[in-house]
C-alpha cells in the first residue's frame, strides 16, 4: 500500500514538474533573444554628433494586419531616443550628418532567414523549435553609415520572438528595450 501511494505521489511530481517546464519553456521563447554584430563603430566621425535616416535602408516586411507606416514611425522613435541618449542629435536640414542610420523589420512569416542572409549579410539563427504558435519570430536590423560611403560600416542583427496576444503597448516597451540593447555599442559622446 504505501509502495502505490509513494508512485502516484512520484507520478504526480513528474506531471507538475512537465507542465512548469513547458511554461518555463514558453517564457524563455518570449524573452530569447539573439544578436550578431559586425563592423567598426571606431571609422565613424562622430565630430558633429548628428544623425539622419538612409534615403533608401528603411523596411518593413510584415503581414497586412501591421501598418508599415506605423512601424516605421514607430522605428524612428524608439532609435531616435537611444541616439538622443547616446549624445546625438537628428540633423537639421542646414546640417551635414555625421551618421546615417538605416533600419528593418521583418516578421518569420514573410521573410526567411535565408532572405534575411542574402539581404542583410547578417543572420542570427533563432530556432523556432518548440515556440508555440502564439509566438512570431521577428528580425531588426540596425545599420550605420558614414555619409560618404555607400557600405555600412556597422550592422547588428537581432532575432527575438513577438508574442501576438500582447497589447500594442506592450510589443512598442519590448521593442524599445531591444533597439536600446542593440544600439548599446554606440558610444557615448
Known sequence: MINKI????????????????????????????????????????T???TFAWHPTMFAVHAN???DSDVIIQHMQNA???VMQTKGYHLAKANEIPSVLVGYGLALESEMSDKEILQKAGLVAG????????KYEKGSVLVALFNPRTPMPVWRVLAQG???LDKTPLQREQRFEQLLASMLKPLPTL
Open 47 to 49: 565630430s558633429s554628433k
Open 79 to 81: 532609435i531616435t531616443k
Open 161 to 163: 520572438f513577438t508574442d
Open 6 to 45: 509513494l508512485m502516484i505521489l512520484v507520478g504526480l511530481v513528474l506531471v507538475v514538474g512537465c507542465s512548469s517546464t513547458d511554461s518555463e519553456q514558453q517564457q524563455m521563447a518570449a524573452t530569447r533573444t539573439t544578436m550578431v554584430i559586425s563592423g567598426d563603430l571606431s571609422s565613424l566621425n
Open 64 to 66: 497586412d494586419s501591421l
Open 126 to 133: 533563432l530556432s523556432t523549435e518548440g515556440v508555440a504558435d
